[in-house]
């Protein structure tokens, strides 16, 4: 029998690596090959890979904190406290290989595309992985932010410098507040996705410094990985006995990894950074006319080729980062109607053109207006995977010709996530929402003409 399991404390300190030890020596005592992912304060340890899991008889968690599922779908899996893989481990050894099989998603398109997006999210590797979990976890501050500012901007657009009124507290609580961490917590998350937990406290700082410096979006990459790395050579480089390894997650690390980080931004980084961040904002806010078509166009062909994938993300990174001085966004407003398009112009084609989808394709077009309408660009990836040479060109001239008008029009947008939901974030919204239905009308007509009829 092969075992695996996972274990996780609060503090993540002694109960992690006790249980994970009762399990080891229950399961070598009954001749089971064992393997225990242990997720401490100094981060993911012995962690499991898709292979292990592949190979496992049953499933183990006895934790006490959250930790990634979608992995363990399709196999035998008991979930119980940390402490009672303390009390009994070997009835949970017993009490796992009888456990139901765990069932992460469903067979409708909503479900399909959640595996879909929690399959690349596992995938994806390296730098690009990194990136994108700072992006994930920081797409929530700007939103916050961005709708704040907007409901300040409602009030007029100077109201907020009138102290003690409500545009003054919703400016401050979308740009002082919202927008102040978006930088620290990139940062923080990169850090985070590479050293796991120690390297959090040390990102974070060293986007903090980031700000001071004026070094932006940009700078919060390059702190984000410095102080992953850094962090990683810490671990490495120091150890302490047993005894004092309590210290190093709370003391050692922290101290020293954003001394290093802080003062290498203070001294040789920062400058340089913030003179390139200047002057790429500079480039962009002087963008007008056919330049701005231009990367309008090339920005939806980008949200449109992989819908969800590396290409779709860096079109979406960049878009972000133009929403760090808090006003909105020209490159946003179009990453964001070119990503809308996609699943909006699929469910309209599966509405016009009944003849040319089978009948759970029709269906399925139903959800796929509402992932549209949320901008959720993979809600198209299960039509293209049916018929991707005849769908993919369609769904991308769609989008460039939302990119395009989106650019050509002038419009805003101060937040980088909610499509329809947020559409009184957008500046000049009526010529924004032509951009969409036009895009949409090009994507449903080229599939009406490429699709061929369908026999069922």
Same mark, same amino acid.
């Given at each position: 029998?092969r075992?695996?399991?996972?274990?996780?404390?609060?503090?993540?300190?002694?109960?992690?690596?006790?249980?994970?030890?009762a399990?080891?020596?229950?399961a070598?005592?009954?001749?089971?090959?064992?393997?225990?992912?242990?997720?401490?304060?100094?981060?993911?340890?012995?962690?499991?890979?898709?292979?292990?899991?592949?190979?496992?008889?049953?499933?183990?968690?006895?934790?006490?904190?959250?930790?990634?599922?979608?992995?363990?779908?399709?196999?035998k899996l008991v979930s119980?406290?940390?402490?009672?893989?303390?009390?009994?481990?070997?009835?949970?050894?017993?009490?796992?290989?009888?456990a139901?099989?765990?069932?992460?998603?469903?067979?409708?398109?909503?479900?399909?595309?959640?595996g879909?997006?929690?399959?690349?999210k596992d995938?994806s590797?390296?730098?690009?992985?990194?990136?994108?979990?700072?992006?994930?976890?920081?797409?929530?501050?700007?939103?916050?932010?961005?709708?704040?500012?907007?409901?300040s901007?409602?009030?007029?657009?100077?109201a907020?410098?009138?102290?003690?009124t409500?545009?003054?507290?919703?400016?401050?609580?979308?740009?002082?507040?919202?927008?102040?961490?978006m930088?620290?917590?990139?940062?923080?998350?990169?850090?985070?996705?590479?050293?796991?937990?120690?390297?959090?406290?040390?990102?974070?700082?060293?986007?903090?410094?980031?700000?001071?410096?004026n070094?932006?979006?940009?700078?919060?990459?390059?702190?984000?990985?410095?102080?992953?790395?850094?962090?990683n050579?810490?671990?490495?480089?120091i150890k302490?006995?047993k005894?004092?390894?309590?210290?190093?997650?709370?003391?050692?690390?922290?101290?020293?990894?954003?001394?290093?980080?802080?003062?290498s931004?203070?001294?040789?980084?920062?400058a340089?950074?913030?003179?390139i961040?200047?002057?790429?904002n500079?480039?962009?806010?002087?963008?007008?006319?056919?330049?701005?078509?231009?990367?309008?166009?090339?920005?939806?062909?980008?949200?449109?080729?992989?819908?969800?994938?590396?290409?779709?993300?860096?079109a979406?990174?960049?878009?972000?980062?133009?929403?760090?001085?808090? !006003?909105?966004? %020209? @490159?946003?407003? &179009?990453?964001?109607?070119?990503?809308m *398009?996609p #699943?909006?112009?699929? /469910?309209? $084609?599966?509405?016009?053109?009944?003849?040319?989808?089978?009948?759970?394709e029709?269906?399925a077009?139903?959800?796929?207006?509402?992932?549209?309408?949320?901008?959720? !660009?993979?809600? %198209? @990836?299960?039509? &293209?995977?049916?018929?991707?040479?005849r *769908?993919? #060109?369609?769904?991308? /001239?769609? $989008?460039?010709?939302t990119?395009?008008?989106?650019m050509?029009?002038n419009a805003?947008?101060?937040?980088?996530?909610?499509?329809?939901?947020?559409?009184?974030a957008?500046?000049?919204? %009526?010529?924004?929402?032509?951009?969409?239905l036009?895009?949409?009308?090009v994507?449903?007509?080229?599939i009406?003409m490429?699709?061929?009829?369908?026999?069922v």
């Open positions: 029998m075992i695996l399991a996972v274990t996780a404390c609060p503090t993540g300190i002694a109960h992690t690596y006790m249980a994970a030890e399990i080891e020596e229950a070598k005592k009954k001749g089971y090959e064992i393997k225990v992912e242990t997720r401490g304060s100094v981060g993911v340890e012995n962690e499991l890979t898709s292979e292990d899991i592949a190979a496992a008889d049953a499933i183990i968690l006895a934790c006490d904190t959250s930790v990634p599922m979608e992995r363990f779908s399709g196999k119980v406290a940390v402490s009672d893989a303390l009390k009994d481990a070997n009835k949970l050894i017993e009490d796992a290989l009888k139901p099989v765990y069932k992460a998603s469903g067979s409708n398109l909503v479900d399909d595309v959640a879909i997006k929690a399959k690349r995938e590797k390296g730098a690009y992985k990194h990136l994108m979990n700072g992006v994930s976890f920081m797409i929530p501050f700007v939103v916050a932010g961005g709708i704040a500012i907007a409901l901007f409602m009030f007029g657009y100077d907020f410098q009138q102290e003690g409500l545009a003054a507290y919703l400016m401050n609580i979308g740009g002082g507040a919202g927008f102040a961490l930088i620290p917590v990139l940062a923080g998350y990169i850090a985070y996705s590479i050293a796991d937990r120690p390297g959090l406290a040390v990102g974070m700082i060293g986007g903090s410094v980031a700000v001071q410096l070094a932006g979006f940009l700078g919060a990459i390059v702190a984000g990985f410095m102080a992953g790395y850094v962090v050579l810490i671990k490495k480089y302490l006995p005894t004092l390894q309590g210290i190093m997650p709370v003391l050692i690390i922290p101290v020293f990894g954003s001394l290093i980080v802080g003062l931004f203070f001294y040789i980084i920062g340089p950074v913030a003179a961040n200047t002057a790429m500079n480039f962009l806010t002087g963008m007008s006319g056919t330049n701005a078509i231009l990367l309008g166009l090339i920005i939806g062909l980008m949200m449109a080729f992989d819908m969800g994938g590396p290409v779709n993300k860096a979406y990174a960049f878009g972000t980062g133009t929403l760090v001085a808090g !006003t909105g966004s %020209a @490159i946003m407003a &179009a990453v964001m109607a070119a990503g *398009v #699943p909006l112009g699929l /469910a309209v $084609a599966t509405f016009i053109f009944k003849d040319k989808f089978t009948l759970a029709k269906e077009g139903k959800a796929a207006a509402v992932l549209g309408a949320s901008f959720i !660009t993979e809600g %198209a @990836i299960p039509f &293209a995977a049916a018929d991707p040479l *769908v993919i #060109p369609s769904i991308m /001239a769609g $989008a460039a010709v990119g395009a008008l989106s050509a029009f805003t947008l101060s937040v980088p996530h909610g499509g329809l939901f947020v559409f009184f957008v500046e000049n919204v %009526a010529m924004y929402i032509v951009a969409i036009a895009g949409t009308a994507t449903a007509i080229l009406g490429l699709k061929k009829k369908t026999e």
